[in-house]
């Protein structure tokens, strides 16, 4: 059983930064992939980025790269998501999600076995 619990979602304005943090509870974090999805109202879930277990490989969403940037710290057992030139399509809940099947980061959320409670964010114009 993995537990996930997101923060550091909150209002900001466009153009401005927000940092995402994912605690998670296991024994063997390092093992995991782990990802970044959000689901604006009425949309289906999206990918956002993910990360491999070593940290070692990073994917991105196009319409991320370039602003927001994964990243871990396995001693923490936390994941991260800095969000940079926010802009209002950006404006979703924000979800962690855990891979525990494999340490390989994915893109699809079909292979994540766990989810945090998801935070909000709202990007102002």
């Known amino acids: 059983q993995v537990q996930l619990l997101e923060s550091g979602g909150g209002l900001a304005q466009a153009g401005g930064s927000l940092r995402l943090s994912c605690a998670a509870s296991a024994r063997t974090f390092s093992g995991y992939g782990m990802g970044w999805f959000r689901q604006a109202p009425g949309k289906d879930r999206e990918f956002v980025a993910a990360i491999s277990g070593s940290g070692g490989t990073t994917y991105y969403a196009d319409s991320v790269k370039g602003r927001f940037t994964i990243s871990r710290d396995n001693a923490k057992n936390m994941v991260y998501l800095q969000m940079n030139s926010l802009k209002p399509e950006d404006t979703a809940v924000y979800y962690c999600?855990?891979?525990?099947?494999?340490?390989?980061?994915?893109?699809?959320?079909?292979?994540?076995?766990?989810w945090g409670q998801g935070t909000q964010v709202t990007v102002s114009s």
């Open positions: 999600g855990a891979r525990t099947a494999r340490s390989s980061a994915s893109t699809w959320s079909g292979e994540y076995d766990y």
